[in-house]
Structures are given as structure tokens and as C-alpha cells.
């Protein structure tokens, strides 16, 4: 068993204003983001400034179809008794796949206006995202959110008694969440895409390994105390939302895949 870190959620105050780690997160993962296109901004034929432009779409992307996609999958009844609710962004609840909704978006009006094919832009895009997912992970943790379920591995913790879940050491879900789709997902990306891919197959391995981790993750996460379990008193709303991920992401790396065998084949008669 771990002791659960002592972090104060807000890294520091300015007078009244207070700014918390979970939003320096964010900042994290746009300015990653932003560098790390700067660096391949040449394979679209792309300027340093339209880097700028694509990291300002998406931030907006991000901000308004994460917050849309948790009040309508996680809280759709407060947002009915509430409707005001919706913009109480600093209460907390963002939503990642609202927000890769909102991403999505953002990058077909980027891809019109610069005359892009769709899914070119998405391999673009697929590997500058695990960092900032990563340290939004590290944000809950610190945040004390997404507590695991119970469990008696040797790193479990004990979770703060102001979340009112008992005692009992827990998976630190948070923590596996960082590894999984902040580590492992970037690598994974950055290595792959080093050289030119097959259109769709850089955004499918991002949907197809996101999907996978995420779901696995689910089984030792608590699931949202409002909704619960979805189904089978196993299924959580995570894990629903993620099945659509995994068909596409199986559907783009099939597809680019069989494009790349056709090619090779024609290319060798």
C-alpha cells in the first residue's frame, strides 16, 4: 500500500485568482503540441504560424466539445434541472471523447481552409495528442479524481477521506491512465510516423490504442457515481463511448494496410 501523494490542486494564487494544476495541464499539452508540429510542419508544407492556427483550432475543439460531450453523456440531468450549468467549466467535467469530437471537428474546417486531404491532417495530428492526454491524466490525479476500485496490489492507494470512498486501498486508475495513453500511446505514434504512412493508419493505431487502454483501464476504475454501470454490472459509460473508437480505428489501420499491400504489389510487376 501507497500513501496517496499530498498535492495542493492549485499550484499557486495570484490575490483571488487562483490557478489550479489541472488547468496548467492544459497548457502542457497545447504548448507539447505546438512544438512538436513545428517540428513536422514541412510534410504538409505548412509555416510555424499555421502550427499556431491548427494548436488554436483544436484548443477550441477541445474546450467546447469536451465540456458539451460531459454534460450531455455524464450529466444530461443536471443540465436539465440547470441548463446555466453548462458553463460552470471551473466546477470541473471535461469529457474525452467530447472533446476528440470537438478536435475532429476543428480539424476538417483547418484541413478546408488549407486544402488538406482529412485524414493526412489527422495522421498529422495523431501523434501530438498523448502528451497533453497524459498530463491531463496527471491533473486528475492530482485533482483526486478518478479514483480506482478496490484493491489489495502493493501500489494501491488509500484515496483522500474527502471523496467520502472508505478506507480500503485502491488502483490509482489516474496513474495507469498517464502510462498508458500519455507514455506508451506517444511513442507508439512518434516512432511509427517517423516516415510518410499509409493515409488513415497513424489515426487508426491512435483510435485502435487509445480504445484499447482506455476500455482495459475501465475494469479497475470506479465508474462515474451518477451514471454507474451501463450494462451487465460491468459496462461502464467509458467503455461504450470507446467501442465506436475501436471499429473505426480497426477499420482505418485494415484499410490503410491493404492500400499499402496493393501498392507494393503494383509496384513490384
Known sequence: MIAYPQIDPVAFSLGPVQLHWYGLMYVVGLTAAWWLGRRRAHRLGLTHDDIGD???YGALGVIIGGRLGYVLFYGLDQLIANPL???KIWEGGMSFHGGLAGVLVA???FARRHRLAYLQ???FIAPLVPIGLGAGRLGNFINH???GRASDVP???IFPPML???PEPRHPSALYEFALEGVVLFVVLWWVSRKPQTQGLISGLFLLLYGTFRFIVEFVRLPDPQLGFIAFDWLTMGQLLTVPMLAAGAFLVTT???SQRTMVATSDR
Request: net charge negative; proline share 4%; aromatic share 20%.
Open 256 to 258: 490503410a494496410c491493404r
Open 54 to 56: 491548427l494548436i488554436f
Open 164 to 166: 467520502g470512498l472508505g
Open 85 to 87: 450549468w453548462l458553463f
Open 145 to 147: 479524481e478518478l479514483p
Open 107 to 109: 480539424a476538417w474546417l
Open 155 to 157: 501500489w494501491a492507494m
Open 121 to 123: 491532417l489527422t495522421d
